[in-house]
């Protein structure tokens, strides 16, 4: 049951903006950094958003609470969106963001969880983030706990066959608490999902192996907020398949493969500022 | 001739046994017949977790369930936990230095009639190349006993190499202490020539160091307990006193014990050696004893291998 005071229009409002924040941040650390993934960062920014900014039980002063709730960026490669929500958050200055893959700086290429504070745990390889989450899930039942577990994990990501392990261990030990976030964005490094190996009928795939399904726009913060809100009320584990454009929110990146791995030039940058600020989300 | 049990069964049962009165570990299980923990939930229901024929899940199932504060053990065979759960075990557990014990069964050619699929003759080669990763492997069961309380308190990523079948028993548990890091003079019979050697071929190199007594050659045998890190200074001594180097293994020469015994030596203190083990190929199904005598790890060959060995380092003083 979704109830109806879990956020106000304010809320929304106040995490628009913040989305906001962080789809500059992400552009500008990139830049910085001359290599880097913008188009999975840019499409996984409501989430992250929301996760980080309204629903997740965390405590920036204390990164390592036992009792807190565990983000997973599956797609490691995806982690200029963490790293911005992390620091705006006030996990560590964001004037760090600018160091992002540079020599000794706590912001690694890839989530480095003895690197920076609030990463929960190193990703980067893909498929490998579903089978953490349960263990994380596991040690919440061994211990009485009831922190949530969210994995986020790219479309093109769940062709990797051991998210289809964890995918049925999670069924199999009933692990409630953990909230599978599918970043639909439907393109990977060469191209399209569909074309390269489809993976649909993807909520049939995710319903065959026990888990609830909750197909969302992913740059909607009410709808993704409900989902969020939804996924916690759920006795099974449950998939958020959130439809999304990768780069959202940069005319030019938007559904284009060269925009998985690839940094802004100068120009670039503030062509696609630009275009965040006047436009910001739909 | 003591008691005859699998290193593999004497850690798994010590390990039940030591739970019984520490509830400081948990247990990660695929369906395998490994160690006799495969029955550590019928005891301990809340502290198994079972992950099915899932090896990289159940890897990474560990790491999460180390990521969030307990010891973790898990166990399957060797050749799985290195080879199919190779870059789990390398990114999720040695990579963020997670306190997880990996329990690799089955090792090397003892495995005897299941032949070359599962018989882990490179495990070692990869568990040594991850950095954090320490790796030890017990030469019998008083060895493994002693092993599994040392593991229970370790921290960190941890390697346990342990063999399927059940060999005599070499130590007395009266005095046997396992000290990480540290090789165990097992024999002194003199200084023409150190063996070093690593987990139940032990028995084979005490033997073979009995007969070279006989024909007059005074051998040590050092028992290399931790393949990593390495007891340098143990084979520096060796090579510095007794002026030529063997090392046996039940694992391919290339990549383990041999090579991390060369590798201390040529950069140290270069004396002649000989690598004993398998020869840069597949394992095959057989008696274990016809598949060590096929690869010259039978104790005849050990002896005549060290024979060759003292021949090249008289030779080699006598060229200088």
Known sequence: MVSSNYFTERDVERLEAQALQIREDILSMIHAAKSGHPGGSLSAVEMVTALYFHVMRIDPQNPDWEDRDRFILSKGHSCPVLYAALARRGYFSPDLLHTLRQYHSILQGHPDMKKTPGVDMTAGSLGNGLSIGVGMQLSAKLHHQNYMTYVMLGDGEIQEGMVWEAAMAAGHHELKNLVAIVDCNGVQINGWVNEIMTIEPVADKWRAFGWRVIEVNGHNMKDVLTALHTAKTMRHPTAILMRTVKGKGVSFMEDDCSWHGSAPDDEQLVKAIAEIKEGGVV | ?320
């Open chain 2, 1 to 320: 001739m003591g008691k005859t049990i699998a290193t593999r069964m004497a850690f798994g049962h010590e390990l039940l046994e030591i739970a019984k009165t520490n509830e400081n570990f948990v247990v990660c299980n695929a369906d395998t017949k490994t160690c006799g923990l495969e029955k550590f939930g019928i005891h301990f229901p809340e502290r198994e977790f079972s992950f099915g024929i899932a090896e990289q899940n159940l890897v990474g199932g560990a790491a999460g369930l180390a990521a969030c504060g307990n010891k973790v053990f898990l166990a399957t065979f060797a050749v799985f936990a290195s080879m199919r759960a190779c870059e789990q075990v390398r990114t999720f557990i040695c990579y963020p230095n997670l306190n997880v014990t990996i329990i690799g069964t089955h090792a090397g050619l003892q495995v005897g009639g299941d032949g070359a699929t599962h018989a882990a003759i490179e495990d070692v080669s990869i568990m040594r190349s991850f950095p954090n990763m320490t790796i030890v492997q017990p030469a019998d069961a008083i060895a493994a006993k002693a092993l599994a309380h040392a593991a229970v308190d370790f921290t960190g990523p941890l390697y346990v190499r342990l063999h399927r079948n059940p060999v005599a028993d070499l130590y007395d548990p009266q005095t046997y202490r396992f000290e990480w890091g540290e090789a165990n003079l097992v024999v002194n019979h003199g200084s023409d020539m150190t063996i070093i050697v690593s987990g139940i071929l032990l028995k084979k190199a005490v033997d073979a160091a009995a007969l070279l007594k006989e024909q007059g050659i005074g051998v040590r045998v050092l028992d290399m307990a931790t393949i990593k890190p390495l007891d340098k200074e143990a084979v520096i001594r060796a090579a510095k006193e007794t002026g030529a180097i063997m090392t046996i293994e039940d694992h391919t020469i290339l990549g383990g014990l041999g090579a991390a015994v060369a590798e201390v030596v040529v950069e140290n203190c270069p004396v002649p050696m000989q690598r004993i083990g398998i020869q840069d190929r597949f394992a095959e199904s057989g008696d274990p004893e016809l598949l060590y005598r096929d690869n010259h790890m039978d104790v005849d060959s050990i002896v005549e291998k060290a024979k060759a060995l003292i021949v090249r380092k008289k030779k080699r003083a006598g060229g200088i």
